[in-house]
């Protein structure tokens, strides 16, 4: 008897496959403000979910989403409190209704095992997960103000539901910071099928990747502002891809296959298209009749809705490549071609505006920036196969999270005692206060549950003078290797004005370092000491609040660095206080956005944000090899009260715009944030850019075609020695010029009239 026991244990021990490193960890993450009782961590087995593919699981599973803790549910605006984490082992888990995931939930599945959700027969809601109920007319949160939260790893099976009746996989209308990964839509194929894998109809993302749509009416049926979707395959479906409506959008690395269209941008409403622009490299469509649909012609309207730009896309069994409204624009091949690239609306290169359809040059893409002829891309990693032992938690080396602690010594212990022996650090989430700066050396790997917060405090970087890294990666020796960062968020608590959030040192020339869903949030969230009760918005007044001047720039790349990527991150001075209820405007200000000064270059902004940085979003000098997909940013709302001439002074070593000499002769307001300014840089591929300036003074009336989109006078900004600048689907709103070159305008936003932007569809600096 013993023996057989003995024998049974050894058995079942060989074959146990070991399980995901999230659902065995010790579970420590602690939300300071959210209240007892309110676990972080919540594994949906613990609430009673069975994962039987037998049971309906739907009222556990949102049970663990709900309860316990103050969630930010029906009627909650947003909250940063509240954070939850939801984890679903292996399994299948039957839902009869949708599974919600409110404010600031991050939906996990075993990486090493994606969990199924099953839709029963008779399921009843908009999205087996609905990401926004419609609880009334509206989405219950507003689109453009959904942040922070992650789904990944998931099979959602909707093929038990009849193929007529409608279903949908996912409902997300959501924004910034937040991302899809590793997700398989499986949906019933063929005729009369009506079923749709992922919905979005409004909001400002954005980044998703690693998904794959099966069957279906349509893979993915979306409108947004903004988005960059990678790795992508719709096999089988009706349509892979209907764009609602959008500004822009970069498709990299899409597998479409055996479709009855690829994508349709074709939508139309009172004749005028509603699709602003299509940017898509790097991808593959097979067996499919038609593999762009357009409403595009030389007399549609808006003038340049429906730009397109292809670079790279493979073709096989695709008679029609392009399509317009009347008929074929652009010829496929019952056989293979590669369309090397191909463009329609309208080019400066770099004058213009050149109103022309038809193949144009590729860009000369940067050796160093590719792999295999493709663009590098790297998925964030979940490090599956290592066991739990591999990680070393930040509380468990003592640091508290708790906004008041200095847990500066603690968590540099639990950095450098984990890259020393290989493991990597997990952030329990937390509020992390930092009273001098952290430094991650080469090999670190650091992972954070949840989005915590690492907070600038006490007063260390109070010198707006002698700026100082909180987070600094790599020291300035010329240090070379990699790190891996993921899942977190540095800010700062109250004012320290010579924080500069990110100084990236390091020199990765093999494998790039990279950053997945690291954002910085400056103000706006309790425990930040910079929401409405310090710094709210003050319309018309130009008086400054020191209170509020925030941090000296979010990220630094400095000169001796090289061989980033940078994927979905979102560097945001706060616009208005999370955690509001009315989500209340506020004035912070931040000095300067992303600083790229490597001489060397070769870094990948896929799908990167920067917004409300007094003097730039953007800016890079002296650099090269540079890739960007969606870069995106919006100009301070409380500008020109006070413009950008306060309060930060010009640090010429910094190369800082000044506004001074250069604004003498500009019309409208000069003295405005630069959503891009690139400085005697060259070997830029940018694909798809949105700078926006939607506010003079927190009213919005400056950023309409009627009052002449005169928020700002110039945005986007070409200077010096710079060569090999390319950008495609550019977009800019409430900008008169929407690019400069050495102080002249080359285009304004009249000849380029777009849906809601203006539109210049392919730029070359030459
Ligand atoms: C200007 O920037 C440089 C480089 O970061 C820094 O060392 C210097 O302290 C700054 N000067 C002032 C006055 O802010």
Redesign the pocket.
């Known amino acids: 008897m013993q023996l057989h026991h003995f024998l049974l244990a050894a058995i079942s021990l060989a074959v146990t496959v070991q399980s995901f490193w999230l659902g065995d960890i010790q579970h420590q993450g602690l939300a300071p403000f959210a209240g007892a009782n309110a676990p972080v961590f919540r594994n949906v087995k613990d609430y009673g979910a069975r994962g039987d593919g037998v049971t309906d699981d739907t009222a556990a599973i949102n049970n663990a989403i709900t309860t316990p803790g103050n969630r930010c549910g029906r009627g909650c605006a947003s909250t940063t409190t509240t954070p939850v984490v939801l984890y679903f082992p292996a399994g299948t888990y039957l839902i009869s209704s949708s599974i919600i995931p409110y404010y600031f939930t991050q939906m996990y599945g075993d990486a090493s095992s994606p969990p199924t959700l099953k839709a029963t027969a008779n399921f009843q809601g908009f999205g087996l997960i609905d990401g926004n109920p419609y609880w009334t007319e509206n989405p219950n949160w507003v689109t453009t103000n959904v942040f922070y939260r992650q789904v990944r790893n998931f099979i959602l099976d909707t093929t038990a539901i009849a193929p007529a009746t409608p279903a949908t996989g996912m409902h997300w209308p959501t924004s910034q910071a937040t991302s899809l990964q590793n997700i398989v839509f499986n949906m019933p194929k063929g005729n009369g099928v009506v079923h749709v894998g992922l919905f979005i109809e409004s909001g400002s993302g954005g980044f998703m990747s690693d998904l794959t749509f099966n069957g279906g009416a349509t893979g993915a049926s979306m409108g947004n502002q903004q988005y960059t979707m990678r790795n992508l395959a719709f096999n089988d479906c009706g349509t892979a891809i209907i764009q609602l409506w959008n500004w822009g959008w970069t498709y990299i690395g899409l597998r479409i296959n055996n479709c009855g269209k690829g994508i349709d941008i074709s939508a139309n409403s009172n004749g005028k298209q509603e699709v602003g622009s299509l940017t898509l490299i790097d991808s593959t469509i097979i067996n499919t009749p038609v593999g762009v649909a357009t409403a595009w012609s030389s007399s549609s309207q808006p003038p340049t809705a429906g730009s397109v730009v292809l670079e790279n896309v493979a073709l096989q069994n695709v008679p029609v490549a392009v399509s317009g409204p009347s008929g074929t624009v652009l010829s496929g091949s019952s056989g293979s071609t590669t369309i090397t690239a191909w463009s329609q609306g309208h080019r400066y290169t770099p004058n213009g505006p050149a109103n022309q359809i038809g193949a144009i040059a590729p860009n000369n893409r940067p050796s160093v920036l590719l792999d295999g002829g493709k663009y590098y891309t790297r998925s964030k990693p979940q490090y599956e196969s290592l066991p739990a032992s591999s990680f070393v938690s930040v509380r468990s080396a003592g640091a508290r999270g708790d906004a008041a602690a200095d847990d500066t010594a603690a968590i540099q212990n639990a950095i450098n005692s984990a890259t020393s022996a290989g493991k990597v650090v997990f952030i329990d989430y937390g509020l992390y206060r930092l009273t001098a700066p952290i430094t991650i050396p080469p090999g670190a790997k650091i992972v954070g549950e949840g989005y915590p917060v690492l907070m600038a405090a006490g007063g260390y970087w109070s010198n707006?003078?002698?700026?100082q890294p909180v987070i600094k990666i790599g020291d300035t020796s010329g240090q070379a290797g990699s790190v891996e960062l993921s899942d977190f968020v540095v800010g700062t608590q109250g004012s320290e004005p010579g924080a500069v959030l990110f100084e990236y040192n390091l020199a990765s020339t093999g494998t790039p370092s990279a950053m997945w869903d690291v954002h910085t949030r400056i103000g706006g969230f309790t425990g930040s000491q910079l929401q409405v009760a310090q710094c709210l918005k003050q319309p018309g007044s130009s008086t400054v609040v020191q209170q509020c001047v925030a941090a000296y720039m979010s990220f630094h790349a400095t000169k001796q660095s090289s061989g980033l990527y940078m994927e979905n991150t979102w560097l945001w001075v706060a616009d208005h206080d999370i955690d509001d209820n009315a989500n209340t405007q506020t004035t912070i200000y931040a000095g300067r956005g992303v600083y790229i000064e490597s001489t060397e270059g070769r870094f990948w902004l896929m799908g990167t944000a920067s917004e409300h940085h007094v003097l730039y979003n953007y800016q890079f000098s002296n650099t090269k090899n540079i890739f960007a997909s969606e870069l995106q940013t919006e100009t301070p709302y409380f500008m020109p009260t006070p413009n950008a001439l306060v309060p930060f002074?010009v640090?010429t070593?910094?190369r800082d715009p000044d506004f001074g000499a250069s604004c003498s002769g500009v019309a409208g307001n000069c003295a405005a944030a630069w959503g891009l300014r690139v400085l005697d840089s060259r070997d830029f591929v940018i694909y798809g850019a949105g700078h926006y300036s939607f506010f003079s003074s927190y009213s919005t009336t400056c950023s309409t075609v009627e009052a002449g989109e005169n928020c700002q006078s110039r945005i986007v900004s070409i200077e010096g020695s710079s060569s090999n600048i390319n950008i495609y689907n550019l977009n800019t709103i409430g900008s008169l010029s929407m690019i400069d070159r050495d102080g002249r305008s080359l285009a304004s936003w009249q000849d380029n009239v777009n849906v809601y932007p203006a539109n210049i569809a392919v730029y070359r600096s030459g």
């Open positions: 707006v003078d002698n700026p002074k640090n070593s910094l």
